[in-house]
């Protein structure tokens, strides 16, 4: 008998363990997604984004504080952390291009935009569209006649698109743009490099023209500043330079106009700016705290603003296909082609 009121005892001592274990195994292991009242779900979801807000204004603290601490002691903050995004922590990919290629810098000297991007040729550019156009795809052409110097838009009509580019090439132009449209809105571009290609096929998405952008600005007949950017791979590589023989190598700068291919996760988004430098006048304070006068010519300070105006329009692209040649949908060879079978991860890019 002794034994089992002693075996009893021990029980209840454990139970009433188990019971004051209960609520800290429940704030370890509840999750809101495992409750099914919408009421209490809510409520410990609000209480965990509450703590977790709590503990980042804390580490930031902490992180401000040994800043502090490491100035005034003359020593080196601590290192910023950089956050992770899928850009820089995307796939191992063996063509990415390095700053001391020798081979790269040397097939550059002998590609097929070498003419044009040493200066010997000025680039000269034909535009068009394909058979059945609407009304909003001149409109784009408009503007893009607008971006791109040196740029004629001819009419389609019934012609095939080998004798335009037959024609291109013996009337001296450098490039040929093929506008596709599709339900009344521009869907794809269609980059031809003469005379001996390659040919570029270009999904077009999220088009706005310039006078849907608003405060826009007017572009001048300036030659442009051009930047890309975040082209690394051997192929982005390849796409750089042929958007780089669509513009001149010698841009005027006093034009102030300035054109940006962004490349972010194989998307390629265009903007058009202008740089505007405007003169602000900013009062001094006294040692009282005071503002002087603003009659007082000792008393303001002129300084120059730089800000950016868009021009237009906008638009992004998305690589399909990069054919070697010139146009040739029959019996045309392809350096690279686009399939679904290859996106295989979200951190896996190719320009």
Known sequence: MGSKREKSGNEGADREGEKFMEPLEKEVLLLPSTIKNKEKRSSIHAKLKHK???EK?????????AEKRALELGDE????????????????DETICKPDDEELFAGNDADEFSSVLKQGLPPKILITTCRFNSTRGPAFISDLLSVIPNAHYYK?????LKKIVEYASCKDFTSVIVVHTNRREPDALLIIALPDGPTAHFKLSKVVLRK???????PTSHKPELVLKNFTTRLGHRIGRLIQSLFPQDPNFHGRRVVTFHNQRDFIFFRHHRYIFETKESK???????????GDEKSSEKKVVVRLQECGPRFALKLISLQYGTFDSKGGEYEWVHKPEMDTSRRRFFL
Do not use: L
């Open 156 to 160: 389609r009509g019934t012609y095939d």
């Open 284 to 294: 001094q304070a006294d040692s009282r705290g005071k503002n002087i006068r603003a």
């Open 57 to 65: 204004r804390k580490r930031a603290k902490a992180r401000e504080a």
């Open 212 to 218: 849907d952008i608003k405060n826009h600005g007017n």
């Open 52 to 54: 977790k807000k709590v």
């Open 77 to 92: 903050p601590p290192p910023k952390k950089i956050p992770r995004t899928i850009e820089n922590s995307r796939e191992f």
